[in-house]
């Protein structure tokens, strides 16, 4: 690991709660480091799911960020009774359009990959709604227009498989362009200050009685705290909602300060 944690403030922790039509199946804790003497953010995230055959799956993401919002390392370790994996993503310091990429299986290195990405600009997919959007402070957003980001999935789940990296992009847009300001929604009975956004998947033409449409998109809808781009919820279009159950802001940081100076101090 990159950051050492264990030598870093800590600055934020909390949980989130995944609903499927009210009913509580997953939950996620999080928790947001600096450490000490450089220009890093670690995001810490573990989440919890009980599978249909009783067994529970664990899920670990840590996902370190420099001053320009861009990835340092991503690692997401998996778990799932005799079964466990680690993937780990770290863009080359030298260019930055090139991903090291280490799957390991069980405890054994099972391969490694030199990823190519035709930005030097992107995220890393996580299954983390604490790491979603740490993209936002990685360029101006511009709340008149659809705005697009690069990013780097892996599709390898318990096994490696040549070609499962993937690039692509994702858009966000603001529901109302006419305004661009912050909203008010209740989470868990308390009022919070908030940015809506949308997301939305790249955009797939398909071919129709043979001519290319665009499907209708559906987006993913985001509310963001002021906390480091943390959500403090997000409503899936199949009815899925993940809702902050707790958020603590450990240092009582002037939000909007603290994310200014640590964009300065990679200058």
């Known amino acids: 690991m990159i950051a050492d944690i264990k030598n870093a403030e800590k600055l934020f922790e909390g949980s989130y709660e995944y609903r499927d039509k009210r009913k509580m199946y ?3 804790n ?16 573990e989440i919890l799911t009980r ?27 998996k778990e799932l009774g005799v079964l466990n994996v680690e993937e780990i993503f770290r863009p080359m310091a030298k260019n930055q359009q090139f991903i090291d990429y280490t799957f390991k299986s069980n405890g054994k290195r099972v391969q490694i990959e030199e990823f190519q990405v035709p930005t030097g600009r992107y995220h890393i997919s996580t299954p983390a709604t604490t790491c979603a959007l740490i993209f936002l ?9 659809r705005n697009s980001y ?24 603001t529901e109302n362009q006419a305004h661009t300001g912050s909203e008010e929604i209740m989470v868990k009975g308390v009022k919070r200050e908030c940015r809506k956004y949308l997301y939305f998947e790249q955009i797939k033409q398909e071919v129709i009685k043979g001519k290319k449409e ?19 919820l997000v409503e899936f279009n199949d009815g899925i909602v993940v809702e902050v159950g707790q958020l603590k802001d450990l240092q009582n940081h002037d939000a909007k300060e603290f994310f200014k100076n640590f964009g300065k101090m990679g200058a």
């Open 30 to 45: 999080f928790k947001v480091f600096q450490p000490f003497d450089t220009d890093l953010l670690v995001y810490h995230a």
């Open 214 to 232: 665009t499907p209708d998109e559906i987006p993913v809808v985001f509310y963001i705290s002021e906390h480091v781009s943390l959500p403090y």
């Open 150 to 173: 690069s990013m780097v999935r892996s599709e390898n789940d318990w096994e490696y498989a040549t070609g499962n990296l993937k690039h692509a992009h994702v858009y966000l847009e």
């Open 137 to 145: 402070g990685s360029k101006k957003y511009d709340p008149t227009k």
């Open 51 to 77: 599978c249909p055959n009783g067994e529970f799956l664990k899920i670990y993401v840590t996902y370190t960020i420099n001053s320009e919002h861009l990835p340092v390392e991503v690692i997401i370790r």
């Open 26 to 28: 997953s939950q996620e």
